[in-house]
């Protein structure tokens, strides 16, 4: 059965401590847990920052008309850069756990709260041209799309995530 | 002798022919096929159901759009020399190619198209396929491009498929004031005949810096992001800004995102879904359909049949001219929105909205009607649309935007962001949704309407 979209925001949210910053890094996460078996129900597109739901970002309204997870902004000091803080509502009540039921799932969300938002992006990416576009060479396809993005190790480091999550392209190379 | 084409946002667009390499070049463009191709499909889809007089192309547009990126190039050698950099001839040839081709992989209903090849599992976006097309070796695009400078067509399909820019160059074809934009926004307000959304276009264009910002999606952990340098405004140009976003926003809320042309792209979506079915499925596609035999949906969306020869056949006007043909189809499902959409006998809308502005009260109506409707949901009678939303900072579609399309203002000298500076754009922030229902029987939709009311 699925849930409702609703409860997969607040659940993300609740594991990640009751507190979890970027929409990026929200939708890559979601992204990240449908591969390693949490079921959503999302379904997902390319777009610019990889793999993105419709979906998610619906159920993101539905979580705060609900009472459940309230959405605020920050700005970046350096240049006013504003970003998402999602914080779980004290209403919303302790959470329960359905679909992030599996303890291990929750342990990954903890973990990927703290992992910068681009290093998650191209992680989800790599995983998404490997597994769906079925890119031969997706590290070539990868850099073509993303640029010096993918530069200063942090290809490497989304490619050492995707290891320890045990998801290919990582996993398979290993 | 140059060559001259007019344009109801721009007045007079002049080819030099003669002298100027690129204007001759760009002029032999758009006498290929895959560049003719964009006078067949509109540059708003279906909003001519809606604004009777959008019916503006694709091909106007990019004419257009070549003739701002030449604006847009002028202003980067301008501000070039103020910052005592030397501007780069070659990269602008590039940009301004890029600018015109930009369009050539739409589908027919642009957006629409894409989203049915989502759901059937294709990858590839309207952006590979316009780099696809001018790479394609069997294409008219390529041979004209090669002439002009060897390597000169995959230096151009690759400035498109970037998606975060390496320079300055960059900026024409993506940035918060690039080309498209700048056109897209002027256009559409004129001829949609909408009064609302004007821009201060020389204002701005006079204002535009070039300036490094920060790369990265801020996340919150302050780590020292990459720079690119882009455009930027002074800050004299800060309310020329602040309209400029709200005249964006305004066209999402009125024109794109409007209740009649989201249902009649749900349509549309729904009778190509079903064309889709029944050309790679089993059965006679041709009974089915209720087209020819050969016709290009049918290679299309036959096996095996996604290649650039067949994308490229694929228009509006050849779907609107089948919707005859179609209505006389065996499957009830395309002879009925064939008809439907032919006859302009639209699906009966109920935007959520009309319970009023409170999100719970909204999102507790959309389970009711979910619930209620299920079966006439899971079979088509009824269709939700809830995935449209727009902020001012979020693309089309939803995901939010990149650093180098938010716009950015010279604040004592460094890039800030604008929602810093505007409390008019800060109050903009939130992501707004809209929610509607389209339902096949109008009696459905008033017993919707009913029923979803508190009691």
């Known amino acids: 059965m699925t849930v409702e979209p609703e409860r997969v925001v607040d659940e993300i949210v609740a594991a990640a401590g009751g507190r979890l910053v970027s929409r990026i890094r929200l939708q890559k996460l979601a992204y990240l847990l449908d591969q390693l078996g949490a079921r959503s129900g999302f379904r997902y597109a390319y777009h610019h920052y990889g793999p993105y739901s419709r979906d998610l970002d619906a159920a993101v309204f539905d979580a705060e008309a609900f009472g459940l997870v309230e959405e605020r902004y920050e700005h970046r000091k350096l240049d006013g850069a504003r970003y998402s803080i999602f914080e779980r509502k004290a209403e919303a009540g302790p959470p329960a756990f359905s679909y992030l039921g599996d303890p291990r799932l929750r342990d990954v969300v903890k973990r990927l709260a703290a992992v910068n938002a681009t290093v998650l992006e191209l992680a989800a990416t790599a995983h998404w041209l490997a597994a769906n576009e079925k890119a031969q060479d997706w590290r070539t396809e990868i850099i073509r799309r993303k640029g010096s993005k993918a530069s200063e190790g942090r290809l490497a480091e989304a490619m050492q995530l995707l290891a320890e999550l045990g998801l290919p392209p990582a996993a398979a190379q290993g | 002798m140059s060559k001259r084409l007019r344009d109801p946002v721009h007045g007079l667009i002049v080819f030099d022919v003669e002298n100027d390499p690129v204007d001759r070049l760009a002029w032999r463009l758009l006498d290929t096929p895959e560049f003719q191709r964009l006078r067949r499909i509109h540059q708003l889809g279906v909003s001519e159901f809606t604004f009777p007089s959008a019916v503006h192309t694709r091909f106007a547009h990019s004419v257009g759009v070549f003739h701002t990126a030449r604006t847009l190039v002028r202003v980067i050698a301008r501000e070039m020399r103020r910052n005592d950099e030397a501007p780069d001839a070659r990269k602008a040839e590039v940009a301004l190619i890029a600018a015109l081709l930009h369009d050539l992989g739409h589908g027919p209903f642009s957006h629409t198209f894409e989203h049915v090849q989502e759901a059937r599992g294709a990858r590839k976006r309207h952006e590979q396929w316009t780099a696809e097309i001018i790479r394609n070796p069997a294409g008219r695009i390529r041979p004209l491009l090669e002439a002009f400078r060897a390597g000169f067509a995959e230096e151009v399909a690759a400035l498109l498929e970037r998606e975060d820019p390496e320079d300055i160059y960059h900026a024409v074809v993506s940035s918060s004031f690039d080309a498209d934009r700048l056109d897209y926004l002027r256009r559409d307000k004129l001829m949609t005949g909408t009064g609302a959304g004007g821009i201060d276009f020389d204002w701005l264009v006079e204002n535009i810096r070039v300036a490094p910002i920060a790369l990265d999606a801020p ?123 032919r006859d302009r006998n639209l699906y009966k809308t109920l935007d959520l909205a009309e319970f009023g502005a409170d999100k719970g009260r909204q999102a507790s109506r959309q389970r009711w009607i979910e619930k209620e409707f299920a079966d006439k949901i899971a079979n088509g009678r009824v269709i939700r649309d809830d995935k449209a939303a727009i902020g001012i900072y979020a693309e089309i579609g939803g995901d939010e935007d990149r ?21 008019l754009i800060r109050a903009l922030e939130p992501k707004k949704p809209f929610r509607r229902f389209y339902f096949a029987d109008k009696a459905d939709r008033d017993a919707a309407r009913q029923g979803g009311r508190p009691r």
């Open chain 2, 219 to 341: 996340d919150g952990d302050e780590a020292t992001p990459r720079t690119v340098p882009t455009f930027c405004l002074d800050r004299k140009a800060l309310p020329a800004a602040e309209q400029f976003l709200l005249a964006r926003y305004t066209l999402h809320e009125q024109v794109y995102f409007h209740k009649t042309t989201r249902c009649v792209e749900a349509m549309i979506g729904r009778l190509l879904a079903a064309v889709a079915d029944a050309a790679s499925g089993a059965g006679n596609a041709v009974e089915r359909t209720g087209l020819p035999a050969g016709h290009p949906l049918l290679r299309f969306f036959g096996k095996g049949g996604e290649t650039v020869e067949n994308y490229l056949a694929l228009d509006d006007a050849l779907i609107f001219g089948s919707l005859d043909a179609m209505a006389k189809a065996a499957d009830p499902v395309i002879a009925e929105m064939a008809a439907r959409l």
């Open chain 2, 403 to 423: 650093m180098h399309k938010r716009l950015h203002i010279l604040d004592g000298g460094t890039p800030t962001e604008i929602s810093r500076l505007s409390d």
